[in-house]
T-cell receptor
């Protein structure tokens, strides 16, 4: 497709459940970011990939969060043993050139932990 | 932490120019000014970026002061669809992997 695609669009998880969020970047885009956005706040950085290499994961809030991009295209953000504070919109962004001319964001996955 | 400060909210009449200010007094020589906006229930959308010269594209104009400590995003003829949160971000354009640090942004309401 022409844009960054994220699925599912909405996810409701029971506390303690594991979830997996998918990001399909624009074809050929080298750089991929994950952000977390709490209600009423700006997006906050989670992790960065360049191709299949995860170059920065300093924003992941705990070891329950794990991201991968094994073939340098599709990326998955996994959250284990979800907690209520994990409720947020998870945004994926990709770029051809490490964001020199801006990133293209997906519409996000809204995760609600009940 | 975000390196920019923006007003929390602004109103603009439909059809008029919307001028959104941003202060970035600690900007370094390698850092560009980027603007994104986020319409409700969507991901952020890139608008424009610049270093020191004024920039214009089909969406907006970016005016950066000579000392680069502040800038203004101008939407020349605001429409209701421009209602969104606007984020001003400074980033080293060539620092591959440096993430965009979003602050709370300015909530622009375009009024009919």
């Amino acid at each position: 497709g022409a844009g960054v695609s994220q699925s599912p669009r909405y996810k409701v998880a029971k506390r303690g459940q594991d979830v997996a969020l998918r990001c399909d970047p624009i074809s050929g885009h080298v750089s991929l970011f994950w952000y977390q956005q709490a209600l009423g706040q700006g997006p906050e950085f989670l992790t960065y990939f360049q191709n299949e290499a995860q170059l920065d994961k300093s924003g992941l809030p705990s070891d329950r969060f794990f991201a991968e991009r094994p073939e340098g295209s599709v990326s998955t953000l996994k959250i284990q043993r979800t907690q209520q504070e994990d409720s947020a919109v998870y945004l994926c962004a990709s770029s051809l050139d490490a964001g020199k001319d801006g990133y293209t964001f997906g519409s996000g996955t809204r995760l609600t932990v009940v | 932490d975000a390196k920019t400060t923006q007003p929390t909210s602004m109103d603009c009449a439909e059809g008029r120019a919307a001028n959104l200010p941003c202060n970035h007094s600690t900007i370094s020589g390698n850092e560009y000014v980027y603007w994104y906006r986020q319409i409700h229930s969507q991901g952020p959308q890139y608008i424009i970026h610049g270093l020191k010269n004024n920039e214009t594209n089909e969406m907006a104009s970016l005016i950066i002061t000579e000392d680069r400590k502040s800038s203004t995003l101008i939407l020349p003829h605001a429409t209701l669809r421009d209602t969104a949160v606007y984020y001003c971000i400074v980033r080293d354009r060539l620092d591959y992997g440096q993430n965009f640090v979003f602050g709370p942004g300015t909530r622009l309401s375009v009024l009919p």
